[in-house]
């Protein structure tokens, strides 16, 4: 059984810094792509950045020069380090893996204070 686990999120003051985990088990994490999405209140889950098994990255503009997306397939967890938050951040992270039956994390919270 797959499962993805986010940790990491919080409240912070805008221009904090946060980093969020997902570990996952039950799947060949190498072999595949890992992004993090996010969702605030009465807006579309959005795709904020992805990495490729090969380790190549892509970001959704609003977040491009602040966010770092990494991976460790040692540990099979993927990593989003946010920096330079502002409160349009403020949304539910979840993180998901792109295999054709992919899976859903259970989401973690962020939360920027003005």
């Known amino acids: 059984q797959v499962q993805l686990v986010e940790s990491g999120g919080g409240l912070v003051q805008a221009g904090g810094s946060l980093r969020l985990s997902c570990a996952a088990s039950?799947?060949?994490?190498?072999?595949?792509?890992m992004g993090w999405y996010r969702q605030a209140p009465g807006k579309q889950r959005e795709l904020v950045a992805i990495?490729?098994?090969?380790?190549?990255?892509n970001y959704a503009d609003s977040v491009k020069g602040r966010f770092t997306i990494s991976r460790d397939n040692a540990k099979n967890t993927v990593y989003l380090q946010m920096n330079s938050l502002e409160p349009e951040d403020t949304a539910v992270y979840y993180c998901h893996d792109f295999r054709e039956a992919g899976t859903w994390g259970q989401g973690t919270q962020v939360t920027v204070s003005s």
């Open positions: 990495i490729y098994s090969s380790g190549s990255t």
């Open positions: 039950g799947i060949t994490f190498s072999l595949y792509a």
